[in-house]
T-cell receptor, first 116, second 110 residues
Framework: GAVVSQHPSRVICKSGTSVKIECRSL??????MFWYRQFPKQSLMLMAT?????????EQGVEKDKFLINHASLTLSTLTVTSAHPEDSSFYIC????????????FGPGTRLTVL | AQRVTQPEKLLSVFKGAPVELKCNYS??????LFWYVQYSRQRLQLLLR??SRESIKGFTADLNKGETSFHLKKPFAQEEDSAMYYC????????????FGIGTKLQVIP
């Protein structure tokens, strides 16, 4: 099956710094990538939908200037958490889907962000 | 607005007993419904989707548009079925976002 990777798997940073998380589709072209946030014992919360070559569509309540998303190629999307604060600590998960609406969404393993 | 409701956070059943994980949805249109599973320490993965009408690992789910439900069922639970199960909904066609339910933890008791 298709594989989606995320890097890093864990990151600890100081408050006020920026952190970049990469999401890669390893063996297929992902025209659409999704970024989720998962709080402990809660569901995945969609943050934004990213289509290759265009601006991401952010969900209501998600600050686009704080969570910068770039989908520059068909195999890579990045999420940058700018000026991170402790409340940004969470589990961030990306998923990728091919060009058809019926294509399966493949999930990355997630990135654990801890902001001190 | 699209919404997915999973009323049970935890469902405990004995091995060999039938399982039904409930999912109700709200969507103004023709939705695509999915069930995702997350085993302990593993990533989220697709279990099944309603358009495929297939059975995976003994699980089935039927889309009931009248009741706006997509319950996941298995006649005989196995210990290896213990996991988190998420019901999800997407609009049909194009670059549609996926909305997840809160998830139900299935615990199969030996």
């Amino acid at each position: 099956g298709a594989v989606v990777s995320q890097h890093p798997s864990r990151v600890i940073c100081k408050s006020g710094t920026s952190v970049k998380i990469e999401c890669r589709s390893l063996d297929f072209q992902a025209t659409t990538m999704f970024w989720y946030r998962q709080f402990p014992k809660q569901s995945l919360m969609l943050m934004a939908t990213s289509n290759e070559g265009s601006k991401a569509t952010y969900e209501q309540g998600v600050e686009k200037d704080k969570f910068l998303i770039n989908h520059a190629s068909l195999t890579l999307s990045t999420l940058t958490v700018t000026s991170a604060h402790p409340e940004d600590s969470s589990f961030y998960i990306c998923s990728a889907r091919g060009g058809q609406s019926t294509d399966t969404q493949y999930f990355g393993p997630g990135t654990r962000l801890t902001v001190l | 607005a699209q919404r997915v409701t999973q009323p049970e956070k935890l469902l405990s059943v004995f091995k060999g007993a039938p399982v039904e994980l409930k999912c109700n949805y709200s969507y103004s249109g023709s939705p695509e419904l999915f069930w995702y599973v997350q085993y302990s320490r593993q990533r989220l993965q697709l279990l099944l989707r309603h358009i495929s009408r297939e059975s995976i690992k003994g699980f089935t789910a039927d889309l009931n548009k009248g009741e706006t439900s997509f319950h996941l069922k298995k006649p005989f639970a196995q210990e290896e079925d213990s996991a988190m199960y998420y019901c999800a909904l997407s609009g049909a066609g194009g670059y549609q976002k996926v909305t997840f339910g809160i998830g139900t933890k299935l615990q199969v008791i030996p």
